[in-house]
């Protein structure tokens, strides 16, 4: 028997909900008092350029609105973390995503001789 449209769309919300959980991962942000909790953070592959700029140009709200979840941002601003807890934060977020950040291997050797004969 056939698959019923309201079959298909539990389906559907439950693959687009997926897939939307997928740009995320959830690392700790420590907050001025000591005080921890768990944020859900943009994958560091998916953060903008404009993001970077925030983060380079020290406006920290500019950043954490940028790469965290939406729902998470009144956390962010409950736990008013200082900048080494910030820069954790995106460790820790980098380190989840599988890159390191400010760690670029850069160009690798050529496995072929570039010297003519």
Do not use: C
């Not at 740009?23 to 970077?52: I, N, Y």
């Not at 995503?97 to 400010?102: D, I, N, V, W």
């Amino acid at each position: 028997m056939p698959a019923t449209q309201k079959q298909i769309e539990p389906a559907e919300a439950q693959e687009i909900e997926a897939e939307a959980d997928a740009e995320f991962v959830t690392v700790p942000l420590a907050g001025h008092d000591g005080v921890s909790k768990d944020v859900r953070a943009r994958l560091a592959t998916r953060w903008r350029a404009s993001a970077l700029r925030a983060l380079n140009s020290g406006d920290m709200d500019a950043f954490m609105d940028l790469v965290l979840h939406e729902d998470d941002y009144e956390t962010y601003e409950d736990l008013d973390p200082d900048m080494d807890a910030i820069a954790h934060f995106a460790q820790a977020v980098g380190e989840a995503s599988g890159e390191a950040l400010g760690k670029s291997s850069g160009p690798r050797p050529s496995s072929r001789s570039t010297r003519r004969r």
